[in-house]
T-cell receptor, first 112, second 114 residues
Framework: SQELEQSPQSLIVQEGKNLTINCTSS?????LYWYKQKYGEGLIFLMM?????EEKSHEKITAKLDEKKQQSSLHITASQPSHAGIYLC????????????FGKGTKLSVIP | NAGVMQNPRHLVRRRGQEARLRCSPM?????VYWYRQLPEEGLKFMVY????????ESGMPKERFSAEFPKEGPSILRIQQVVRGDSAAYFC????????????FGEGSWLTVV
């Protein structure tokens, strides 16, 4: 079965600093989702990547998909306290699968 | 537009009781998914439904758990005879179609079994 490993597990950054979160798959990636979750709350959709080399940006967050490396990265530029939370990557369990397998998350804290 | 709506947000049940969790998908979405998040564990897929059909229930425990998505009304995740190990956050998600479409999650229903 597919496994997604996220690194780092937790991250503390000073406000204004850039940061990167990685998500590495044990198998070929067929679609990769990024979500943000605050403790005790639901998941907020950030981005979905489907093709190798694809890169998407929204406000100060950029996500890339490296299909060959079976990896995706999420980059936040000039972090703000509002970026704090748990970032989750999820990927389809296989070609044509409807199930998303999720990583265990990266907890981000931003110090003002 | 309203997002994926789940209720109740928090539910406390005694061991042996039944828990019913409801999910109304986003407007225009006919595909519903249920996931479970156990303490200190990641999100795990449970079941995928379309209107009146269960498409994939491979992540559902074999006993006590059932799900439905009727023609009218919300999707229901039903847990019979709850045990302490059922305590978790249950998330519903929806999409306009299946594979490859944006999947939106609800706020979750937190079940505590005492």
């Amino acid at each position: 079965s597919q496994e997604l490993e996220q690194s780092p597990q937790s991250l503390i950054v000073q406000e204004g600093k850039n940061l990167t979160i990685n998500c590495t798959s044990s198998k070929t990636l067929y679609g990769l989702y990024w979500y943000k979750q605050k403790y005790g709350e639901g998941l907020i959709f950030l981005m979905m990547l489907q093709k190798g080399g694809e890169e998407k940006s929204h406000e100060k967050i950029t996500a890339k998909l490296d299909e060959k490396k079976q990896q995706s990265s999420l980059h936040i530029t000039a972090s703000q306290p509002s970026h704090a939370g748990i970032y989750l990557c999820g990927a389809y369990s296989g070609a044509g699968s409807y199930q998303l397998t999720f990583g265990k998350g990266t907890k981000l804290s931003v110090i003002p | 537009n309203a997002g994926v709506m789940q209720n109740p947000r928090h539910l406390v049940r005694r061991r042996g009781q039944e828990a019913r969790l409801r999910c109304s998908p986003m407007k225009g979405h006919s595909h519903v998914y249920w996931y479970r998040q156990l303490p200190e564990e990641g999100l795990k897929f449970m079941v995928y439904l379309q209107k009146e059909n269960i498409i994939d229930e491979s992540g559902m425990p074999k006993e006590r758990f059932s799900a439905e998505f009727p023609k009218e009304g919300p999707s229901i995740l039903r847990i019979q005879q709850v045990v302490r190990g059922d305590s978790a956050a249950y998330f519903c998600a929806s999409s306009t179609a299946g594979y490859g479409n944006t999947i939106y999650f609800g706020e979750g229903s937190w079940l505590t079994v005492v």
